[in-house]
């Protein structure tokens, strides 16, 4: 898969993108309900940014029901999968992100449940 780099960093150096990615690299696959309560934000915010990730090529999206599921795309190349490891680990232990992994474990009715309704 072919990402533009101008777009892969651009999408870096928005905040709330940043923090998109991050919760993806660690959690794996995250629903649009996980990420409105974790980043306190409304959900046609979010939705709005995924959009632009998932235009990008730097976000899949899997439809299971009425609910969106979010991941990495599977075909990333390597050295954009490496940048977005390493800046996990890099900032892993700095607000905001700390705290959007410590909101997400607290979520209640996480996916599996009625997280979405």
Not at 39 to 59: I, N, T, Y
Request: hydrophobic share 40%.
């Amino acid at each position: 898969m072919k990402i533009l780099t101008d777009d892969f960093f651009a999408a870096l150096a928005h905040p709330l993108r940043l923090r998109i990615l991050m919760l993806l690299e660690q959690e794996g696959e995250l629903c649009v309900c996980e990420l409105t309560h974790t980043l306190a934000v409304s959900q046609p915010m979010v939705s709005r940014h995924l959009a632009q990730l998932r235009e990008s090529g730097l976000v899949a999206d899997r439809r299971r029901g009425l609910w969106i599921y979010y991941r990495l795309h599977p075909d990333l190349p390597g050295w954009a999968n490496n940048v977005l490891s390493e800046t996990a680990q890099g900032v892993g232990s700095q607000p905001p992100f700390v705290e959007d992994r410590k909101l997400l474990k607290q979520m209640p009715n996480r996916p599996g449940g009625r997280c979405c309704a």
